[in-house]
């Protein structure tokens, strides 16, 4: 298998572990595509286990971490070393208690087949800036949410011009938002187990050839379709932001890197109104999707050089089809429904076996648990009831402001930017009154603001200008943002939580077709629209002041 290397086979301590990262960086200086990185990758790990008293422990752990990178490696070695390599993988992981070679001889064995076979390509990460990273998984993030919200102001408009209805137009929004509840658990899950910058490349580059489908869609299908391309892989890249900063951005700077990404996904949300309105009025509708096309370049650029390479897994696919197929099998009834009939109702119906078999599944079981837990079940329905009455009186303005007060697309988009702004300049605003108040009563105070917003502008008042409109907005967007800012309250995963609102997101729109149309698509079904987000927030609000009661007399002292 090859001669250890001889420094290996010193004592494991701090003092050599000093010697290693002195020892990396001379051949990082002279070599930098080949032992001088992998050297320097060891003596990151043997500095932090010299620190430690009960080095065994220790040493396992990491030595799971170089076996799952020497799997995925073997396709890299080519046929002549899959065997040493396959050895050493399994001598790694699970066998190191169980064998008799020691802690070097395994690490001097990765030493030597890596060394040469210079599998360890590129530059070393020691000289990159970590911002580099977190600047194009926050440009991903900021595209992805983009892309949920700018289509809104343009609805209108490619219903005319692609003449279809509104019922079918609806699944331009639906087509981005089902990927998303399909694939926001099982993508999470998913990318715990594989390497990133295959995933971070092919979404950035599949988003922008949906980006450009979408843009030259000759009819309401092709779009729709687009829509949906888009919506996949925008999954993923959400759902990178967090394992990319937690595996490859130093400690140091995490919690901020973290906050810039968050930043740039409200900000996304926020600009998409005004941005939409601006290059439907200018341009047309194609360009608010041409736009992602150099942002996406740019991502999959920086997933190529700054992202570690390993192998997928494919164990998610089965989950995805459930959880998709039980959402896309809900929005399609309420949308035929619209259309059609409430005969279509029933195709509901179809989720139920396709949620059954997902719960029977092993995969199903951590959130299951999770679910099991007091008050996350509540949160999370909380999370999709309030999300949907956002989206509830965000679908139906810009309608509202096009049909009845003749607006253009810009003024659409400005009006609708009091909403996003509010949300984006009240989330971190919620974070400290959740320090001070307690988590619940920020909460509280949102759904609240949910409702009065939804409330004071149900009448739509034929008189209303669109200032009228803005302030009304500016309270619906101020309840979801303290609503959404403390976290804690749901005290669960990011992917859970985001497959709650996901689904929320595209219950709203489905919803709000759906009522219009009972009201023959007038003025008066919009006015009941938007009172059904109020009374849905409502619900959510009585909710969580009669759960607050409830603990309250469970922890007073019993009477004498």
């Known amino acids: 298998m090859g001669t250890p290397v001889t420094g290996m086979a010193t004592p494991l301590n701090e003092a050599t572990a000093f010697q290693f990262v002195d020892e990396a960086d001379h051949h990082v200086a002279v070599q930098p595509h080949g032992i001088g990185q992998l050297l320097l990758g060891l003596a990151v790990a043997f500095r932090q286990l010299g620190q430690h008293a009960e080095l065994f422990g220790i040493q396992a752990q990491r030595l799971e971490a170089f076996g799952e990178t020497l799997g995925c490696m073997r396709s890299e070695l080519g046929q002549q070393k899959t065997g040493v390599v396959s050895e050493l993988h399994s001598r790694t992981i699970g066998g190191f208690v169980h064998t008799p070679y020691s802690t070097h001889q395994i690490l001097s064995s990765i030493v030597t087949v890596m060394s040469e076979s210079f599998l360890v390509g590129g530059a070393s990460t020691k000289h990159h800036s970590p911002w580099v990273l977190v600047a194009g998984v926050g440009s991903a993030v900021f595209m992805a949410a983009l892309d949920a919200s700018i289509v809104t102001v343009?609805?209108?408009?490619?219903?005319?011009?692609?003449?279809?209805?509104?019922?079918?137009?609806?699944w331009v929004v639906l087509g981005y938002v089902l990927p998303l509840i399909a694939l926001g658990i099982p993508v999470g899950r998913w990318l715990d187990r594989v390497g990133k910058r295959l995933p971070m490349t092919a979404s950035g580059v599949a988003f922008a050839a949906a980006s450009v489908g979408a843009g030259l869609a000759p009819g309401i299908g092709w779009l729709i379709a687009a829509r949906c391309v888009q919506g996949a892989f925008g999954s993923v890249l959400f759902a990178l932001a967090a394992p990319l900063v937690t595996t490859t951005v130093p400690a140091t700077v995490r919690g901020r890197a973290m906050s810039v990404i968050a930043t740039l996904g409200a900000l996304g949300g926020v600009a998409g109104p005004p941005l939409g309105g601006l290059l439907v009025d200018t341009l047309g509708w194609p360009w608010i999707f041409?736009?992602?096309?150099?942002?996406?370049?740019?991502?999959?650029?920086?997933?190529?050089?700054?992202?570690?390479?390993?192998?997928?897994?494919?164990?998610?696919?089965?989950?995805?089809?459930?959880?998709?197929?039980?959402?896309?099998?809900?929005?399609?009834?309420?949308?035929?429904?619209?259309?059609?009939?409430?005969?279509?109702l029933s195709?509901?119906?179809?989720?139920?076996?396709?949620?059954?078999?997902?719960?029977?599944?092993?995969?199903?079981?951590?959130?299951?648990?999770?679910?099991?837990i007091p008050g996350i079940g509540a949160?999370?329905?909380?999370?999709?009831?309030?999300?949907?009455?956002?989206?509830?009186?965000?679908?139906?303005?810009?309608?509202?402001?096009?049909?009845?007060?003749?607006?253009?697309?810009?003024?659409?988009g400005l009006t609708l930017l009091a909403a996003t702004l509010a949300m984006g300049l009240l989330g971190p605003v919620g974070g400290v009154l959740a320090d001070r108040w307690g988590t619940r009563r920020v909460a509280v105070t949102g759904t609240s603001l949910l409702t009065?917003?939804?409330?004071?502008?149900?009448?739509l008042d034929p008189e209303w200008e669109t200032p009228d409109l803005a302030w009304r907005l500016l309270l619906v967007g101020s309840g979801i943002g303290l609503f959404n800012a403390p976290a804690s309250l749901l005290g669960t995963a990011t992917g859970s939580i985001n497959t709650a609102r996901q689904l929320g997101i595209g219950l709203g729109p489905a919803l709000a077709t759906l009522i219009w149309a009972t009201f023959g698509?007038?003025?008066?079904?919009?006015?009941?629209?938007?009172?059904?987000a109020a009374v849905a927030s409502a619900l959510v609000t009585f909710a969580m002041l009669r759960s607050r009661a409830a603990e309250t007399d469970a922890a007073a002292p019993p009477q004498q």
Not at 156 to 168: A, G, Q, R
Not at 315 to 344: D, F, K, N, Y
């Open 452 to 459: 009065l917003g939804p409330a004071l502008l149900a009448p």
């Open 521 to 532: 698509h007038t003025p008066a079904g919009m006015r009941a629209t938007i009172a059904a």
């Open 379 to 412: 949160s999370y329905t909380a999370v999709t009831a309030t999300s949907a009455s956002l989206l509830l009186v965000q679908f139906l303005v810009p309608y509202y402001l096009r049909q009845e007060l003749n607006a253009t697309a810009q003024t659409v």
């Open 290 to 344: 041409y736009v992602n096309v150099p942002v996406c370049l740019m991502v999959s650029a920086i997933a190529l050089t700054r992202v570690p390479l390993r192998s997928p897994d494919r164990h998610w696919v089965v989950e995805t089809a459930l959880l998709g197929g039980s959402a896309a099998v809900i929005m399609l009834a309420l949308s035929r429904a619209a259309e059609v009939g409430p005969q279509w």
């Open 347 to 372: 195709l509901a119906a179809v989720a139920v076996p396709l949620l059954w078999v997902w719960k029977r599944s092993e995969t199903s079981r951590p959130v299951l648990d999770l679910l099991a």
């Open 154 to 170: 343009a609805l209108p408009h490619i219903e005319d011009e692609l003449h279809t209805t509104t019922s079918t137009a609806e």
